[in-house]
């Protein structure tokens, strides 16, 4: 939780309630003297102020004796067994005392029933999954959320770079939390979704690397594709000859060398579209292509393609923003994990061994960091003396175990991402662990020329796949990192508890996400409406450590900005030629990365925290940006004004005024206020003071009248056509100084954190 940006209301109680229905089952069964509301003989636990948590001392000794090497000394996990926070047999402590009674220890089944069996999954279930048995006061207060129809709006501009349209925030007002699901299905639907599901991966898998120029088709190998530069053979270079067309050259290199680059972001793209199991973005047996790239592949009689809206070339018809699956022959491909551009982003050497492209695997699809595991590495100055100390030195194996394994199944894709038969890779490392996943080799019968297949399969059926898409996408919408396993084994401390709280609720969220049968759409859904990107305000008197990380009020990148900008004043922030925007562009003289944004090659983290330099961004889009949406909002008619829809260029109505600014705080912060609310008394205080001030300089003292717009503010062409406007339909005086003093009140609301941030 930011605090710095957090408003927070008291909907939140509801949602607690149903946190605490969701939790009761954890506690239905402990023993004891609880009585399901907190009472407990404070002799049996430990804690303070009144946040306890029973230990079972037996419990205890029986579970680091003999389980904490496989689920972690507390509960975390380990590659060779999973977490016990919020796990599925953690629904209940009979459930999970069955389950350890009849299959734990794994070596040794009955060696833990009876007595032994109910102690231990007494301390899994109080200590590893207790979030805190808190007082009915402590557990209904402290937080406030957004409501169903400020959730409406934030989402409706995260996820489809749009206000929600009047329609839908009057559903969702009527409805209230039963509605939401159903309009954010309609969202989840749109295009721009799916241009931010995009972008969202691309933060982590960093595929635009290869956008322009070349870059994507020069990974690509003649031997393998002979047709990868198809265009450059069509002539259309040569000023001398007769299919000279030097922009259709570049626009043909430009569609087929992006497609290729994007070709993993669009398989997911796909498979979300279609409602496919998410699991199929790593065991797909198909690559995605547009018809400019099929020719690249060879491939072009697999599909067939949509035709751009308006053709410019009838040789070349085909829009290259529509994909299609294809097989390229000779491939086996394993979605993600096949690619060629995945491949490169995550390279390897012949002493790395893979090794790099298993560590990114289990970190971004399996919630794994292999860095983190227990172990030391060579910089600790410890003995790798011998020929095999992966295999051999106990200091080494705790990592090696996990990830080599993994690293083998790449063995028939080479440095450049090549794809190589077993037949002709007969020199894979001996001195290196065989292939296989969490414990289990891989069968070379069937498999041997097409382990990454294999692989996708088995990390489609592991658990932590689900998690890690879950944390994917809430930090893809919030903007936080996922709570790290406190280092702390003060398991009833606050940094504790609030990481157990997190873990149980993206633990819940898997696990609808696999009961629906992974349907992707679900996290983004939960992730919505869970507490950590609704949550809106710390009360006085709460425990911030407990709640911190709930809320999403995040700096805004630029890409989101930029859309938000469009969205809520209708008008681009973008070059004196209308063509590029400020934000976005991937040019040198573009404020894309001077505000944060990264080039997915030499610059990979966004800056989440500004700087003087992104300030400086920020107040200057806020004057242009004033300036130049007076002009042309108040050209269109009323019903179609996104910033003005209630007061006219010459109104001093005051009513209408506030009228007007309680929807521009709507419509810019997602804030419902009265029209006599504090807020709304500033702002109009502002723009009477602004047109006061500025009454008194319309005339100088030498006659001059000082009543036109400045220059980059007038309007004398129609916004929409660009076309010349008649002189009399021209908005560039202001005698009474009222669109200058709008301009003074946008300009304060759009350098305000509640705008930039979200």
């Not at 011998?386 to 194996?397: H, I, R, S, V």
């Given at each position: ?244 067309d030097n922009p259709l050259y570049y626009k043909l290199r430009a569609y087929t060398n992006d497609a290729v680059g994007r070709e993993v972001l669009e398989l997911i793209d796909y498979v979300v579209r279609n409602n496919k199991p998410f699991s199929e973005i790593l065991t797909a047996d198909y690559t995605m292509v547009n018809a400019y790239s099929a020719k690249t592949y060879g491939v072009e009689g697999q599909a067939s393609f949509r035709d751009f809206d308006t053709i410019e070339y009838p040789a070349y018809p085909d829009d290259p923003t529509h994909f299609q699956p294809v097989r390229i022959t000779g491939i086996p491909h394993a979605g993600v994990l096949t ?26 699809f399996l919630d794994t960091n292999i860095l983190a595991l227990e172990g030391s590495r060579p910089g600790d100055a410890i003995d790798v003396s011998g020929e095999t100390a992966t295999l051999d030195n106990p200091q080494c194996t705790g990592c090696h175990l996990v990830m080599d394994p993994v690293a083998s199944t790449f063995q028939n894709w080479d440095y450049l991402g090549r794809y190589r038969p077993s037949s002709e890779n007969n020199n894979w490392y001996t001195d290196i662990l065989a292939r296989g996943f969490n414990g289990v080799a891989m069968p070379l019968s069937g498999n041997s020329n097409s382990s990454l297949q294999w692989l996708g399969k088995q ?300």
């Amino acid at each position: 939780m930011r605090y710095c940006c957090l408003n927070l209301t008291s909907n939140l109680r509801l949602l607690f309630r149903l946190l605490l229905l969701i939790l009761l089952p954890l506690f239905s069964a402990c023993g004891g003297d609880y009585d399901g509301y907190g009472q407990m003989d404070a002799s049996k636990f430990e804690g303070a102020q009144g946040n306890y948590l029973y230990v079972n001392e037996e419990g205890r000794a029986k579970y680091q004796a003999d389980c904490a090497g496989c689920h972690g000394s507390s509960g975390e996990g380990s590659p060779s067994g999973p977490s016990l926070v919020a796990c599925p047999s953690c629904i209940s402590q009979s459930v999970l005392e069955l389950k350890i009674a009849q299959t734990m220890p794994t070596d040794n089944p009955a060696d833990c029933d009876g007595e032994c069996a109910f102690n231990t999954a007494e301390y899994v279930m109080n200590v590893f999954n207790g979030i805190m048995l808190l007082t009915s006061e402590q557990a209904l207060t402290g937080i406030d959320v957004l409501s169903p129809t400020q959730t409406l709006r934030k989402a409706s501009l995260n996820l489809a770079a749009r206000l929600p349209s009047a329609a839908e925030v009057d559903t969702v007002s009527a409805g209230g939390e039963g509605a939401l699901d159903a309009v954010l299905d309609t969202i989840l639907n749109e295009e721009a979704f799916y241009d931010r599901l995009k972008e969202i991966y691309n933060d982590i898998l960093l595929q635009d690397k290869y956008l322009d120029s070349e870059n994507a088709l020069n990974l690509l190998r003649d031997g393998e594709y002979p047709d990868r530069r198809w265009y450059s053979a069509l002539g259309l270079l040569d000023k001398e000859g007769p299919n000279y067309d030097n922009p259709l050259y570049y626009k043909l290199r430009a569609y087929t060398n992006d497609a290729v680059g994007r070709e993993v972001l669009e398989l997911i793209d796909y498979v979300v579209r279609n409602n496919k199991p998410f699991s199929e973005i790593l065991t797909a047996d198909y690559t995605m292509v547009n018809a400019y790239s099929a020719k690249t592949y060879g491939v072009e009689g697999q599909a067939s393609f949509r035709d751009f809206d308006t053709i410019e070339y009838p040789a070349y018809p085909d829009d290259p923003t529509h994909f299609q699956p294809v097989r390229i022959t000779g491939i086996p491909h394993a979605g993600v994990l096949t690619s060629v551009m995945f491949l490169n982003r995550f390279p390897t050497t012949s002493t790395n061994r893979n090794r790099h492209r298993s560590r990114m695997v289990f970190d971004i699809f399996l919630d794994t960091n292999i860095l983190a595991l227990e172990g030391s590495r060579p910089g600790d100055a410890i003995d790798v003396s011998g020929e095999t100390a992966t295999l051999d030195n106990p200091q080494c194996t705790g990592c090696h175990l996990v990830m080599d394994p993994v690293a083998s199944t790449f063995q028939n894709w080479d440095y450049l991402g090549r794809y190589r038969p077993s037949s002709e890779n007969n020199n894979w490392y001996t001195d290196i662990l065989a292939r296989g996943f969490n414990g289990v080799a891989m069968p070379l019968s069937g498999n041997s020329n097409s382990s990454l297949q294999w692989l996708g399969k088995q990390m489609a059926a592991d658990p932590r796949f689900s998690l890690a898409t879950v944390k994917t996408i809430y930090k893809g919408l919030s903007g936080q990192d996922p709570l790290q396993t406190p280092t702390t084994k003060d398991t009833d401390s606050a940094e504790w508890q609030a990481y157990l709280a997190q873990q149980v609720t993206f633990k819940n969220i898997a696990h609808k996400f696999r009961e629906s049968g992974l349907n992707f759409k679900v996290v983004v859904k939960e992730v919505v409406k869970s507490l950590y990107w609704r949550a809106e305000n710390l009360q006085p008197g709460a425990n911030a450590e407990i709640h911190r990380n709930m809320g999403s009020a995040r700096m805004l990148t630029p890409e989101m900005l930029d859309r938000k900008i469009t969205a809520v004043l209708g008008v681009d922030w973008n070059y004196s030629s209308g063509r590029y925007h400020w934000l976005t562009e991937r040019r040198s003289d573009s404020l894309r990365q001077l505000y944060g944004g990264i080039d997915s090659d030499t610059v990979i983290n966004r800056i989440e925290d500004p700087n003087g330099l992104m300030v400086a961004v920020q107040n200057r889009m806020a004057s242009e940006m004033a300036c130049k949406v007076v002009s042309r909002d108040f050209f269109k008619p009323t019903a179609a004004r996104l910033v003005f829809p209630y007061v006219t260029n010459a109104s001093m109505n005051e009513a209408a005024i506030r009228n007007n600014l309680r929807y521009l705080f709507w419509s810019f912060y997602g804030q419902e206020l009265s029209n006599d609310s504090v807020e709304i008394t500033a702002m109009l205080q502002l723009f009477n003071t602004v047109r006061s001030e500025g009454l008194q300089s319309l005339v100088i003292d030498n006659g001059w009248t000082n009543n036109r717009l400045s220059s980059p503010c007038r309007l004398r062409n129609n916004p929409e056509t660009g076309e010349a406007l008649s002189s009399e339909n021209y908005i560039e005086l202001d005698e009474e100084y009222i669109l200058r003093s709008w301009q003074a009140v946008l300009t304060v609301m759009l350098a305000d954190y509640q705008f930039l941030y979200e």
